[in-house]
């Protein structure tokens, strides 16, 4: 299985398009809504499944599409069924990973730094 991807840099944050690559080319309608998968949005890059495991595990802001897509960031925990939207019998899904920094006190004068990772399905 291959995927097609787009990796970019958007406010200091890995953002990634992924989609099936059999997708790529392919109109989703759904009455008035027209979705275009191209190169342009998802990528010219097509990577083996071992690389798309690496890019989902590294980005903050994804925009999946394609069951073998979805399924894959889900299995490894990231995003969740519950934020998929179908669309012509195509799932897509948008994920922003958000990181929570919190500043801890301790009695012995010792600051920690602790951080919180939260995920943040999101779809139209």
């Not at 989609?19 to 990528?43: F, H, Q, S, T």
């Not at 979805?70 to 069924?81: C, H, K, M, N, Q």
Request: aromatic share 14%; glycine share 6%.
């Amino acid at each position: 299985m291959q995927f097609s991807v787009k990796v970019s840099d958007y406010q200091k944050n890995i953002m990634i398009n992924m989609c099936d690559a059999e997708l790529m080319g392919k109109d989703v309608v759904d009455g008035e809504l027209k979705i275009n998968i191209n190169e342009n949005y998802y990528g010219k890059q097509l990577v083996e499944k071992s690389e798309a495991i690496s890019l989902l595990k590294s980005a903050s802001i994804m925009n999946l599409v394609g069951n073998e897509t979805i399924s894959l960031a889900t299995e490894l925990g990231i995003g969740s069924e519950s934020g998929v939207k179908i669309i012509s019998n195509i799932p897509f899904l948008i994920i922003f990973n958000t990181w929570n920094w919190f500043l801890f006190y301790l009695k012995s004068n010792v600051f920690y730094l602790v951080w919180e990772i939260k995920t943040v399905d999101w779809y139209y």
